[in-house]
């Protein structure tokens, strides 16, 4: 293990790390799409964001690696530490620090690495310590430019962030259920305890059972868009919230009051201006001499986390390049698809592989192979005739067809033969015209395809059987037709 000490408090950093209490908890959106975003950016096959423990360096996020943590006597991101500054190396064999590490010398073969520290102030406060990194990593050499290190850099702030937010929203919660027990004659705390609900948009509440009247701080009053001091009322805080969201919330309560169960909502909301906002609730029953008396809790504006965790999760569905989704968007979608599938919903895959897309690369330049992408993503969304469809981009020039309905039985060979023809495009260059051409290979689920690897693998295998016979045309799983285009000439 490499020795930090002398450069880092290992004891303060360690504090600073598990007071964060985020080791070994479930995956979370944000920070998937942040290691999704930066492996994306440097175009490799791994990305991390990790957390490195005393001996053990764990992954909050990781994308291209099943393991979810590895000793930390082998950990690039142990060094990274040390240096507490970014970390790049460009080839892992051409650096005796790394040319027998088992990470290096067996799976997964790294050979390139770069890791910005992430850091979070230790309890108490002080100077910021490294508890983690977010990191990238590929199996070929790199040498990436400064400009790309420095939006890693940048993500990595956004981690930070993240990390603070999510120890600063559990302070203030727990800081906001512990007023409970000093509202009335703990004046100077009361006033405090507000401007913290006002810092961390968290106000609190109580619901007395007897009766079921209603008790508000100011700051639920701020949330919901209403005047402190206005008549708060269960039925009337029930109709801020959606009718699926409403049925969730009355459920919690209930379930409070009968059986003493707590619960941690995120809900959907409009305030009494009708603007929409996202709320975070807790409540837990308050017991007085073993009687149930009241029901109290805090609701907490989430708005700007939300919204801003959403984008980063469509960042990460979205093609860059074409604006469709992506293999990660396919992924999810197709699932659900299968799911209905297995309950007897019509199913059907397609994959459509472009030819000579490469030969448009190499003799007019990728600037005009991406536009040859992005026409080709138009056409696949323009198209009408498919009925319920889905489209994404695999990757490469590679994109793929989520078909729903009765045309996946009835229609696919016509609907192919009908692709096949709208999806020719004449690239011309100096000399001639270039005819990119579609080669498409389809599987209908049924009994010997029935989940997404076995789709994917035998509509792959259609694909090459048809390329084999000739470019330009299709064939389907199990189906020994070889399906021509309708039209021959390119558009």
Not at 89 to 99: C, K, N, W, Y
Not at 140 to 149: A, I, V
Not at 279 to 291: H, N, P, Q, S, Y
Not at 340 to 353: F, T
């Amino acid at each position: 293990m490499v020795n930090i000490t002398g450069i880092v408090d290992e004891v303060a950093r360690l504090d600073a790390l598990r007071a964060l209490d985020m080791l070994d908890t479930p995956p979370e959106a944000e920070f998937d799409a942040i290691a999704a975003g930066a492996r994306h950016l440097f175009g490799c096959k791994f990305a991390f964001v990790s957390l490195v423990d005393a001996d053990r360096q764990w992954f909050k996020a990781a994308c291209g690696l099943e393991a979810s943590e590895t000793p930390r006597d082998v950990s690039f991101c142990t060094h990274t530490i040390a240096a507490d500054d970014l970390l790049v190396i460009a080839d892992t064999r051409e650096d005796p620090r790394f040319a027998t590490n088992p990470m290096v010398v067996v799976t997964p073969f790294v050979r390139f690495y770069a890791g910005v520290p992430l850091r979070v102030t230790p309890p108490g406060g002080g100077a910021a310590l490294p508890i983690g990194t977010l990191c990238v990593a590929d199996d070929k050499p790199q040498d990436p430019t400064r400009e790309k290190l420095e939006i890693l850099a940048g993500m990595a702030r956004v981690v930070e962030a993240l990390l603070e937010a999510r120890r600063t929203s559990k302070e203030n919660l727990q800081l906001a259920l512990d007023r409970q027990e000093v509202l009335g004659d703990m004046a100077r705390t009361h006033r405090l305890l507000q401007h913290a609900e006002r810092m961390a948009r968290i106000g609190s509440w109580r619901l007395e059972l007897d009766g079921e009247r209603v008790h508000w701080s100011d700051q639920t009053y701020a949330i919901h868009g209403l005047e402190p001091g206005s008549q708060a009322q269960l039925a009337l805080a029930m109709q801020f919230y959606p009718d699926d969201d409403r049925a969730k919330l009355e459920a919690a309560l209930d379930r409070c009051v009968r059986q003493g169960t707590a619960w941690d909502l995120e809900l959907n909301f409009t305030d009494a201006q009708g603007r929409p906002r996202r709320v975070r609730t807790l409540g837990e029953i308050d017991e007085r001499a073993g009687k149930r008396v009241a029901v109290m809790g805090v609701i907490q504006d989430i708005t700007d986390r939300y919204q801003f965790e959403r984008r980063l999760v469509a960042v990460a569905r979205t093609d860059e390049l074409t604006g469709i989704p992506s293999r990660r968007a396919f992924n999810e979608e197709l699932e659900v698809a299968l799911d209905r599938a297995r309950e007897g919903a019509p199913l059907a895959i397609a994959i459509i592989d472009l030819d000579r897309f490469k030969e448009v690369n190499d003799r007019l330049g990728h600037a005009t192979g991406d536009k040859v992408l992005q026409v080709m993503a138009a056409k696949l969304q323009a198209v009408q005739y498919l009925g319920d469809h889905s489209i994404a981009r695999l990757g490469g020039d590679e994109f793929v067809l989520i078909l729903r309905g009765r045309r996946t039985h009835e229609e696919l060979v016509q609907d192919i033969a009908r692709l096949l023809a709208d999806l020719r495009y004449a690239v011309p260059d100096d000399r001639s015209v270039i005819t990119v051409s579609a080669t498409i290979g389809a599987c209908v689920y049924g009994a010997s395809y029935v989940d997404r690897a076995s789709l994917l693998k035998e509509a792959d295998e259609a694909l090459y059987r048809a390329k084999r016979m000739q470019r330009g045309t299709g064939a389907i799983a199990g189906n020994s037709a070889h399906i021509q285009s309708l039209v021959g000439e390119p558009r």
